[in-house]
């Protein structure tokens, strides 16, 4: 394991630098502004983890779909390399906590739909085998949703983003139903998948020793609306160990800004 968690090479090239400028949104509910992010001001370098920490329903997961371009900002700008995000792009992709495949469609056919729906299918078809691959999935190509197990559905999801060649992936609590084993083998691999995509990431979990595992920084957001409270930057190397004395020095120091601390 410890050879593929290697960091980045010069794939890092595929990445791309995010840049959030003053957002602040709101949805309408009964005729009223129901505020849910207050001025969020972040900047994400190019192959850059970044993990999002805050409380349920504090506006988290609408700020991926912000920065997936599904709706513009109330207010404020979100930019990709500089280039203003103003509706989806395949360069960004977007994963949920359900894997929401096709129920009628094989793995291969799940991870082609990308490919498929921008006309890519005939000349790319290889990139599924690669993706399958590099999700360990290559022996379930035929195999229907119904008969993976959760980690398995959930790697298959993340086949079908990474063969769309992503710079910038957008994770909305993408291990969040797992079970506990699952979901902790879930990240090394998820880990590793970034290490050699050299995509940068967004991340969007609540659990802490999740953040301080995999992401070069953790960023602690408020109750609704949300504004950025905290920032903390992550310098210790791949892999880590969460016996390690730092890791759980910070894994504490991160529940307690959450108002979360442990006895």
């Given amino acids: 394991m410890s050879a593929a968690l290697r960091q980045p090479t010069p794939a890092r090239r595929r990445s791309v630098a995010l840049d959030i400028r003053h957002v602040s949104h709101a949805f309408q509910i009964d005729g009223r502004p129901l505020p849910v992010l207050d001025d969020i001001d972040l900047q994400v370098a190019p192959g850059e983890f970044v993990a999002l920490l805050g409380p349920s329903g504090c506006g988290k997961s609408t700020l991926l779909r912000l920065v997936a371009g599904l709706e513009p900002p109330a207010a404020g700008s979100l930019l990709e390399d500089g280039v203003p995000i103003v509706k989806p792009d ?10 929401t495949l096709f129920p009628w469609r094989t793995v291969w056919k799940n991870v082609a739909v990308g490919l498929e729906a921008r006309g890519l299918l005939p000349a790319q078809r290889h990139r599924i085998a690669d993706a ?132």
């Fill in 90 to 99: 395949p360069s960004r992709i977007l994963v949920f906590q359900d894997p």
């Fill in 132 to 263: 399958l691959a590099l999700v360990r999935l290559e022996g379930f190509a035929n195999a229907y949703p119904h008969q993976l197990s959760g980690g398995m559905a959930q790697r298959a999801a993340l086949a079908r983003a990474l063969v769309n060649d992503p710079h910038l992936l957008l994770l909305d609590e993408p291990l969040g139903k797992l079970d506990s084993l699952t979901r902790l083998a879930m990240q090394n691999e998820l880990l590793a998948l970034w290490q050699k995509g050299g995509f940068t990431a967004l991340l969007v979990t609540h659990d802490v020793e999740e953040a301080v595992l995999l992401a070069d920084r953790v960023i602690v957001l408020s109750d609704r609306p949300a504004r950025i409270v905290a920032e903390f930057r992550i310098d210790k190397p791949q892999p880590r160990r969460r016996d390690d004395p730092e890791f759980v020095r910070l894994r504490q120091t991160i529940l307690t800004r959450l108002g979360q601390a442990e006895p």
